[in-house]
């Protein structure tokens, strides 16, 4: 098993937008190797932080790493969906701001026995918590061609996604498909050779389309973005860094949304419907990462930071 490492994505901007101060209560919703988490204490030493991860493996290297923190550090094992529950059961009813790194780390990608990855041969998991959930050999494995097919669209926006479901649904009659290169070798059968894309490898939207539907990954976001932002302090301020455009769609949405008044129709003489902006958008576009920071972590070219401030 590799070691847990956590380089973190645009660190200097999420401080400048996250603004931590001494004193204050900040979340850490996808905490991973605690690299954001580490910047925020470092940054205001008499903050309270919680840090919550599915990946129990992440939070092992997360506590070696904030250890130091001692007792102004609070780990939490569970799903940023339910944050709400979790800082209510430690006595947790407001926040000062939170940071929400999505989408897989670079240690899932390289832990081959994870299956996240479409380059090395592993057991099809793709599960962020491996004690509990349906693999991704399983929806493989028994959801209908129909349902795959939306999976692979919708979470995966990718255009051949019928005929790979297609594919997989008559391989998986002759034996399981249980490990990743063998889902590797029936969508390269799938997709036209001549239609392959230059850039990015054929299965990249297959697998990705997987993960997010394993780890009901964009329901979580909404849910969890939702009730952080509820918890949310006036001048408490929330950062998400996305990854993919399903993602950043979401949190674009939510946060226009909190940031609207009045909802009437505008023949309306007067407003009806009392409603009044929630949150100020710190971001009128996404923040993205320097080209020194993309050479230095790959990772980081295809991050997008939105900010708030609640009102």
């Known amino acids: 098993m590799s070691e847990f490492h956590h380089l973190p994505v645009l660190p200097d901007e999420v401080i400048r937008f996250l603004d931590p101060v001494d004193g204050k209560t900040y979340l850490d919703g996808t905490l991973g190797g605690g690299g954001h988490s580490s910047l925020i204490l470092e940054k205001a030493p008499g903050v309270f932080l919680v840090g919550m991860d599915l990946d129990q493996t992440a939070l092992a290297a997360a506590g070696a790493r904030l250890a130091i923190y001692g007792d102004r550090v609070r780990l939490l094992h569970g799903n940023f969906a339910d944050v709400g529950e979790y800082l209510n059961d430690i006595g947790i009813t407001a926040l000062d701001g939170f940071i929400l790194d999505l989408g897989v780390s670079s240690h899932q990608l390289d832990a081959r026995e994870r299956g996240f990855s479409f380059?090395?041969?592993?057991?099809?998991?793709?599960?962020?918590?491996?004690?509990?959930?349906?693999?991704?050999?399983?929806?493989?494995?028994?959801?209908?061609?129909?349902?795959?097919?939306?999976?692979?669209?919708?979470?995966?926006?990718?255009?051949?996604?019928?005929?790979?479901?297609?594919?997989?649904?008559?391989?998986?009659?002759?034996?399981?498909?249980?490990?990743?290169?063998?889902?590797?070798?029936?969508?390269?059968?799938?997709?036209?050779?001549?239609?392959?894309?230059?850039?990015?490898?054929?299965?990249?939207?297959?697998?990705?389309?997987?993960?997010?539907?394993?780890?009901?990954?964009?329901?979580?976001?909404?849910?969890?973005?939702?009730?952080?932002?509820?918890?949310?302090?006036?001048?408490?301020?929330?950062?998400?860094?996305?990854?993919?455009?399903?993602?950043?769609?979401?949190?674009?949405?939510?946060?226009?949304?909190?940031?609207?008044?009045?909802t009437c129709p505008r023949q309306l003489p007067i407003c009806v419907c009392g409603n009044l902006p929630r949150v100020k958008i710190l971001t009128g576009r996404p923040v993205m990462a320097t080209t020194a920071e993309t050479e230095e972590n790959p990772r980081a070219r295809s991050a997008k930071l939105r900010a708030v401030e609640k009102l």
């Open 119 to 262: 380059q090395q041969d592993a057991p099809l998991d793709m599960r962020m918590d491996t004690s509990s959930g349906e693999t991704a050999a399983k929806l493989v494995n028994t959801l209908p061609e129909a349902e795959l097919s939306r999976i692979f669209l919708e979470y995966g926006e990718e255009r051949w996604a019928k005929r790979i479901a297609s594919f997989i649904v008559k391989e998986r009659v002759d034996s399981p498909i249980a490990t990743t290169l063998r889902l590797v070798d029936i969508i390269k059968g799938a997709v036209p050779k001549a239609k392959w894309d230059e850039r990015i490898h054929p299965a990249t939207r297959t697998f990705q389309a997987l993960r997010i539907a394993v780890n009901s990954e964009l329901d979580s976001l909404e849910r969890g973005m939702r009730t952080a932002l509820d918890l949310l302090k006036p001048g408490g301020r929330g950062v998400i860094i996305s990854f993919h455009s399903l993602e950043d769609r979401i949190v674009k949405h939510i946060f226009k949304e909190y940031a609207e008044g009045c």
